[in-house]
Antibody
């Protein structure tokens, strides 16, 4: 059974960075892209970017270019998302999700990031 | 960027009734790119429908997806108590950005 397990909640000050992990199990990690999606309070879902765990290739939404970095460790089947220069607008639940073909068939449990001074 | 507009924003119904959620895209899209998810508070989203009309593994047949072009619909034929949640559509085209509808809250 496919599982994506994310790291725990974070509280950060404005200007800081946050790094979230997403550990995959139950499937071949390098076979499927991992996406990162966030949901701010009262808002809809927002795509941030994706990483190909096999090649390490990434694609980031224009909104986050220069501020986000997605990496992976194939030895532990873990994907990482780091977001820097945090502001209160970055307060959100962050999800990793596995793309099967054109749909997300498995999601992490979500990581709440709170940005507050 | 393809914008997905869902309606209604909130749907108030009772168990046993039929729910219909609409997802309209800002331009015509291939049905293969359209998916539906269920999202409950404190849980990750759950894939319901992909390719506009194919149920994901383990999804009961009361969940039905339909539509083409710019108009897509999620229908829940007989609501069960566990169906009350937020539903959203998603478009994953051949290039980014990959967009989501704003969600429809289905409440009792």
């Amino acid at each position: 059974q496919v599982h994506l397990v994310q790291s725990g909640a974070e509280v950060k000050k404005p200007g800081a960075s946050v790094r979230i992990s997403c550990k995959a199990s139950g499937y071949i990690f390098t076979g499927y892209n991992i996406y990162w999606v966030r949901q701010a309070p009262g808002q809809g879902l927002e795509w941030m970017g994706w990483i190909n765990p096999n090649s390490g290739t990434t694609s980031y939404a224009q909104k986050f270019q220069g501020r986000v970095s997605m990496t992976r460790d194939t030895s532990t089947s873990t994907a990482f998302m780091e977001l820097s220069w945090l502001t209160s607008d970055d307060t959100a639940i962050y999800y990793c999700a596995k793309l099967r073909f054109l749909e997300f068939d498995s999601w992490g449990q979500g990581t709440l990031v709170t940005v507050s001074s | 960027e393809i914008v997905l507009t869902q309606s209604p924003g909130t749907l108030s119904l009772s168990p046993g009734e039929r729910a219909t959620v609409s997802c309209r895209t800002s331009q015509s899209v291939s049905s293969r790119y359209l998916a539906w998810y269920q999202h409950k508070v404190g849980q990750p989203p759950r894939l319901l429908i992909y390719g506009a009309s194919t149920r994901a593994t383990g999804i009961p047949d009361r969940f039905r997806g339909s539509g083409s072009g710019t108009d897509f619909t999620l229908t829940i034929t007989r609501l069960e108590p566990e169906d009350f949640a937020v539903y959203f559509c998603q478009h994953h085209g051949s290039s980014p950005p990959y967009t989501f509808g704003q969600g429809t809250k289905l409440e009792i």
